[in-house]
């Protein structure tokens, strides 16, 4: 959940710009409760089921490990979901795990 925090009494909200955030914070909360919808709706991007199903799986884990084949889209499906987490989770970190730090920032 994100929290409005008004740190200055000085600044006030129009009902108009408050009326903004709070559609701003609705789409952000639904988007965290489903990730795949906002993937599809609001970045455009189109899954094939597996990618939605990774995507569901590594969602709400802790640490995830994507063993797929060669060729499956690795590299585009982690770029499309840490786009999503990072536009979602203010603050968020990913760690690429690779054989070398060369392919890990690559």
Excluded: C
């Excluded at 795949?36 to 569901?56: A, H």
């Amino acid at each position: 959940m994100i929290g409005i925090y008004n740190n200055n009494p000085e600044i006030s909200l129009t009902p108009r710009r408050q009326e903004i955030f709070e559609k701003y914070n609705k789409i952000i909360q639904y988007g965290r409760q489903n990730p795949v919808w906002f993937i599809e709706n609001i970045l455009r991007i189109p899954l094939m089921d597996y990618q939605k199903y990774v995507i569901m799986g590594t969602w709400t884990a802790e640490e995830a490990v994507w063993l797929m084949g060669r060729g499956s889209g690795k590299s585009f499906l982690g770029g499309v979901y840490i786009t999503a987490r990072s536009l979602l989770y203010p603050n968020h970190r990913t760690y690429i795990m690779t054989g070398t730090a060369d392919m890990s920032k690559e």
